[in-house]
């Protein structure tokens, strides 16, 4: 019997469109400096080193905007901690506080108000919610009550396929099936449609998220359209 897919609360919104703002901040910087330059050393000299000056500061405003964005991991726990502790080690991102077996068993013991409370206080303030994809993380019913939730609240979401990234007790695993799939709005579209899910080169899985996993989550902050 097919399970029942889940209907999202919130509506679609417009997705919001601010490229076009924040390109012109970057330019911004190496015009403004070239301005300066050529009031201290005026003439192309000043122009030349001003520019340079202010394209620095643009590229340090850059990196700021892209580093150390706050995020909250989804996953499955029993299959996949070892796989999700290697995209915590990449350190360009601050994720939620990691929790061992016994915590995270602890947790649940104490019953399902505990597990959403926790749920609930580590997502709080985080930008974006990153669903980390494991063979089997689709039917978790707390990654679904996770999805949910951060869309409900505005929440920038992605997903990522993680089956190719080396467990140390069980090596690789097969693909699983996208979440996003697994909710549907009042007019019949899937979440899919509108979440990214991002499947990174077998070959060389790690290596491709740790390169790309700050442009996707800013990305998805500034495309949300929840």
């Known amino acids: 019997m097919a399970k029942k897919q889940r209907e999202l609360k919130v509506l679609l919104k417009q997705p919001r469109k601010r490229s076009t703002e924040v390109k012109a901040r970057y330019l911004a910087f190496p015009a403004v400096g070239a301005f300066v330059g050529n009031i201290l050393a005026p003439g192309l000299g000043g122009l030349v080193v001003g520019g340079l000056v202010g394209g620095v500061l643009a590229s340090d405003e850059k990196e700021k905007k892209m580093a150390k964005i706050p995020v909250f991991y989804s996953f499955h726990f029993a299959n996949d901690v070892m796989r999700v502790q290697q995209i915590r080690n990449i350190g360009a991102i601050e994720g939620n506080s990691a929790v061992n077996a016994n915590e995270w068993e602890s947790i649940k013991k104490s019953g399902k108000t505990a597990v959403q409370k926790w749920i609930d206080?580590?997502?709080?303030?985080?930008?974006?919610?990153?669903?980390?994809i494991g063979s089997e993380t689709a039917s978790r019913p707390w990654v679904k009550y996770e999805i949910e939730r951060a869309w409900n609240q505005g929440k920038a979401i992605i997903g990522i396929h993680i089956h190719n990234i080396k467990c140390a007790r069980t090596g690789t695993c097969r693909k699983g099936v996208n979440p996003f799939d697994e909710f549907t709005f009042n007019d019949g579209r899937?979440?899919?449609?509108v979440v990214p899910c991002y499947d990174p080169d077998p070959s060389q899985a790690y290596r491709d998220i740790a390169l790309n996993i700050s442009s996707w989550i800013d990305h998805a902050i500034k495309n949300k359209q929840n």
């Not at 899937?190 to 449609?193: A, E, R």
């Open 190 to 193: 899937k979440l899919s449609t």
């Open 121 to 132: 206080e580590n997502m709080k303030y985080k930008r974006c919610v990153v669903v980390l």
